[in-house]
């Protein structure tokens, strides 16, 4: 070997040990500003960040402007919490302001409804106890509503059959059904799904009254199961009005209202808490429906966890 390719060969193998060198002295860099970032979201997440803990001489500006906005972060959180106690605590006074004007005004309404009043009279009281129920009705749903939102009471689901959920319903809204000789068929099933059954029946009445409400009379209602692997499909397909295809998407809107059905009871809360209910446990709705050919809302619930 002559001297040049001897000079060569050393100047090759200083290469090799600098850039061995150089990749090491960066990977031991990034390592430990990983690490420091690592730290800061381990703090961060269980509530114990603060930048004192950090040395800042020792952050890249990547790492520094990172504390800043895990700081920034916790102090909104904290806000945050603050302000849905703040939510938490206006409900519970809405509610326990307004239960008892509202329960004496329907007791005393129908106290007046049983005495010997004037035509004039009694149309009045019957005025005046329907528009109490629809206020009472209004405020607990607008009260569930809030509560839902507000995370001021949980979804607790679990394991539980079907059939006893349905048939809690069904006789909740039968006597809904009966004053319009609308029938309500319901096939049995021994399916179990992963639900808050307290809840999860709140939704299914929500939609079985929205078919009674838009159903004529002498209409049916039939309600069916059906099993898949992910998922139970709880059908409720009615014979009434039926929905307009763009319209579809916007009923389950709070407040929303359709033009055609302007002058029908209702505040448009309903179908909003239903979705809200049943997506908060992993679940869906789908509506298949035609104007003047009835209406199919499908409820899918999970299996499983």
Request: charged share 20%.
């Amino acid at each position: 070997m002559t001297k040049l390719e001897i000079v060569w060969a050393v100047i090759a193998f200083s290469a090799i040990i600098l850039s061995a060198a150089i990749i090491f002295t960066y990977r031991r860099k990034t390592k430990q500003i990983l690490s420091h970032m690592d730290a800061m979201l381990t703090a961060a997440m269980d509530g114990s960040f603060s930048e004192t803990m950090f040395d800042e001489s020792l952050l890249s500006s990547v790492e520094t402007k990172l504390a800043h906005y895990l700081s920034a972060s916790a102090v909104s959180a904290q806000n945050l919490q603050q302000e849905k106690e703040k939510i938490k605590e206006l409900i519970a006074d809405i509610s326990h302001q307004t239960k008892t004007p509202i329960s004496n005004i329907l007791l005393y309404a129908q106290l007046l409804s049983e005495q010997q009043l004037p035509e004039e009279s009694a149309l009045c009281v019957a005025a005046l106890n329907s528009q109490a129920e629809k206020l009472s009705f209004l405020i607990g749903a607008l009260v569930k509503t809030s509560r839902l939102e507000a995370g001021v009471f949980q979804l607790k689901p679990k394991l539980s059959k079907v059939q006893p959920m349905l048939d809690t319903v069904l006789a909740q809204i039968a006597p809904k059904a009966d004053k319009k000789n609308i029938t309500l068929a319901c096939a049995q099933t021994n399916t179990a799904v992963y639900a808050d059954v307290k809840w999860t029946g709140e939704a299914i009445y929500n939609i079985l009254d929205n078919a009674v409400k838009y159903t004529p009379c002498g209409g049916t209602i039939d309600i069916s199961t059906t099993m898949y692997q992910l998922f139970c499909r709880i059908d409720m397909t009615d014979t009434g009005i039926g929905i307009a295809e763009e319209e579809q998407a916007k009923i389950f809107g709070r407040f929303y209202r359709s033009p055609d059905v302007s002058e029908t009871e209702g505040v448009g809360i309903g179908l909003y808490l239903a979705r809200q209910i049943v997506s908060g446990q992993g679940g869906y709705i789908k509506v298949s429906s035609q104007p003047d050919a009835g209406s199919r809302f499908s409820v899918f619930l999970p299996l499983q966890p």
